[in-house]
């Protein structure tokens, strides 16, 4: 099983927010994912400090904060979270299926080091 927890990072929330409740219906629907643990969490750039300590597996940066990628990168690396920056065409046309693809291959490549 599949043991996943995500968080994502954006300017505001809201376009993310719709794709991360897009991530948890095409979660749901997969007999791979553990869904006990699985879990999606938004969080906007200018609280990112604030969930430093969450407990999360991969951090996905949305494309309109791609700006600040290699701080949150290094912040959240340091303390054992995989990281990944979506596509911004993935994100355009909210292609959860791939995006999660992508993060959970991020966790695992992460997890190999």
Request: hydrophobic content about 40%; charged content about 35%; overall charge negative.
């Amino acid at each position: 099983m599949i043991r996943i927890k995500i968080m994502l990072i954006c300017a505001m929330g809201l376009s993310t927010g719709i794709l991360a409740k897009k991530i948890e219906e095409v979660a749901r629907e997969s007999k791979k994912i553990d869904q006990d643990y699985f879990e999606v969490k938004v969080a906007s750039i200018d609280e990112y400090m604030d969930h430093l300590d969450d407990n999360i597996d991969v951090l996905m940066v949305g494309p309109q904060v791609n700006f600040k990628y290699d701080e949150l990168k290094k912040a959240f690396e340091e303390k054992g979270v995989a990281t990944m920056l979506i596509d911004s065409k993935e994100y355009g046309e909210m292609n959860a299926p791939i995006i999660l693809k992508r993060a959970i291959l991020t966790q695992k490549k992460f997890n190999e080091k």
